[in-house]
């Protein structure tokens, strides 16, 4: 499981998340896509990789509230 070391809402239904992800880090551009869920039998969630840290082993995702049903 990877870490969210921040996540901070831009709006009332938009956040923007930074997560410790070496292995996404090293291999990642932006406009491709992460695949989340909320536990082990949680539905996949793909959020877009908007940016990343390589030295620091982070990207960064976007994420709205409609993206979530369990959040409906």
Known sequence: MYKILKAEQLTANIFLMDVEAPRVARHCEPGQFVIVK??????RIPLTICDYDREAGTSQSYSSRSEHPQQK
């Open 38 to 43: 909320m536990d082990e039998k949680g539905e």
